[in-house]
């Protein structure tokens, strides 16, 4: 049924406001002052207030009619309109006549084209109404698909990136613990349980393309403890207390631009490699003290998958800038 469309309330409203305006001269004239007396004056009224039922009545018909038959072929439609048309019309004039005629000065020929004529122009109306509806909830079911469409491939191209998230941060997690296993066995204990910790919230988020900061915060927290328990003093980590914690990222992207920070820079007790991260006026921003580079490169995927999901999901590339003193990433934060 495509009376849809329209709900039952929204087409009631549009037959009483159409039905009511095509009702005024008939009400203006029931109020002009009558030769014939007020007897003529209360007949007009009494046909105005049955004229303005009616209209109201055909304007609702004639709407729900052709909202029902709107995919119909067109000389379906047609066909049924004339039907119903010329039907209405009928009992319109059989309701009329006894009023009409107790109004002498006009023939009653008269009232039946007039009749005939208000009709045409519902009915007409109500067809060009229908098809408006239809064609923009076409226009609609359209652009929902069209959106879908694109939601799915933007959730398919997220989801690619992100699996190439999980296998980097296990192999290095890997490294790490077989470093510590060979140094202090009680550290790797601690590794252990803390590993399984940050891997029980990566499990969390994996259906999540986008986390609060406050979350990424939370597991920033978890996954530097790790980074602590293997470099100890070799670095020191600054979180500013002012972060805009309701604003949206890219998840797991602090544990990625961390591992770069240690990837790409040496760093001793006596030489500590600083890292800031901040979040506000639109970015989460993670900068670290440039110190002399470590001879292994890297490939520059991480970033890359960055900076891609970060156009995905916030429409805008990461920012990285350098300068004599720091290294700069600025993810664009989202908002919902």
Not at 104 to 121: S, V
Not at 230 to 247: G, T
Request: include cysteine.
């Amino acid at each position: 049924m495509k009376q849809n469309l329209f709900s039952t309330r929204y087409t009631i409203l549009y037959a009483v406001i159409a039905g009511f305006l095509m009702s005024l001269t008939p009400f203006s004239m029931a109020f002009l002052p009558s030769h014939h007396g007020p007897f003529t004056n209360s007949v007009q009224l009494l046909d105005a207030f049955i004229l303005l039922f009616l209209n109201i009545v055909l304007f609702y018909i004639s709407l729900w009619l052709n909202l029902v038959i709107v995919e119909k072929s067109k000389s379906h439609k047609i066909l049924l309109n004339i039907l119903a048309y010329l039907g209405f019309t009928l009992l319109a004039i059989l309701i009329h006549k006894p009023i009409w005629s107790m109004l002498e000065r006009m023939p009653i020929g008269f009232f039946i084209r007039d009749e005939l004529g208000r009709n045409l122009i519902i009915f007409s109306i109500s067809v060009v109404v229908a098809n408006a509806f239809h064609s923009f909830q076409q226009n609609q079911q359209m652009k929902n698909k069209i959106l879908e469409i694109q939601r799915q491939s933007l959730a398919g191209q997220i989801e690619s990136l992100k699996q190439q998230i999980n296998p980097h941060f296990f192999f290095n997690s890997l490294n790490t613990l077989s470093g510590l296993a060979q140094e202090d066995t009680q550290k790797m204990l601690e590794f252990i349980e803390k590993l399984s910790q940050v891997f029980r919230y990566v499990l969390e988020i994996q259906e999540k393309n986008v986390v609060t900061v406050a979350e990424e915060m939370n597991f920033a927290r978890a996954y530097i403890y790790l980074l602590k328990v293997r470099f100890e003093e070799k670095f020191s980590i600054e979180i500013s207390p002012d972060l805009d914690e309701n604003a949206l990222v890219p998840s797991l992207c602090t544990q990625l631009l961390l591992e770069n920070c240690f990837k790409h820079n040496s760093m001793s007790s006596s030489n500590p490699l600083i890292i800031k991260i901040i979040a506000g006026n639109g970015y989460l921003v993670i900068c670290n003290s440039i110190m002399q580079m470590n001879q292994t490169s890297g490939n520059g995927i991480g970033l890359k998958n960055l900076n891609e999901r970060s156009k995905l999901l916030a429409g805008k590339a990461i920012e990285i800038t350098t300068d004599n003193e720091c290294f700069t990433v600025k993810v664009p934060t989202i908002y919902k």
